[in-house]
């Protein structure tokens, strides 16, 4: 089969990853900018970390034949230092036309604290002036429908924003009805200690359909699995699922979301 993921942190991954993702049949990775799992000390580690999602690790992910893609901005768990906020915020432009990023994101809520809803806000004025796509990473157990509601009041209220170009990840049974009613799309994470297992994820497709989700692992530097979409595809097909939707949901979804930016250009 091939497959596109929407969602991994390669620079957490080793090469052994990017080697078995493609023998699995992946035909691109897309990186978002998020926590690296410490808090970076000033401005300078934000810019280093740009210029790794923007040059090094597409350049690490060719060697295997594998388009890699990025996506720019700084966390929710560091956004509450408004400060370091706004001085990365004022960074951004100076990436955007590089040539593997595909806009602003993970962006989102941690704890839905009042400092990450003025970066979130900052953050979707961003998108609006520089016609970016928007990629949301959601806040996790008893924070995720709050901050869910929260994030797709905001970015509704814009007018300047195109719900079909805004993502909106982690979604699960409690939230995804929001993000489609919405008119957003909603990303199904695949990852082992929190978020969806793969039978509750293609539950949740069974019931809201396939036209705006995807499936991504979201692997970065814990516990979790960079081949948990195409694993995924297996349990789809266990279940009798055949070639045509295992490729809508898997290569044709993401590639449809995806190419509203013009970076984005993957061959089947
Ligand atoms: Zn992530």
Redesign the pocket.
Known sequence: MRYIEP?A?MVSRTTDDYQSMVVAGCKAVCE?A?WAGFDRSSVNGFYDYFCQLTDYEPKRSAKFGLPHFSWLCINPKESEDLVLAREVIAMIPDFLDRENVLGIG?IGLNKNSRNEHTILEEHVNLAAENNQLILV?TPHLEDKLKGTKLIVDLIKNDSRIDPGRVLIDHVEEHTVKYVMDAGMWGGLTLYPESKCTSPRAIDILEAYGADRLWMNS?C?WGVSVPLAVPYAAQEMRRRGYDDDILDKVFFQNPMKFLSQCENFTVRG
Do not use: C, K, L, S
């Open positions: 969602h942190h978002p998020f993970e990473h979201a970065d």
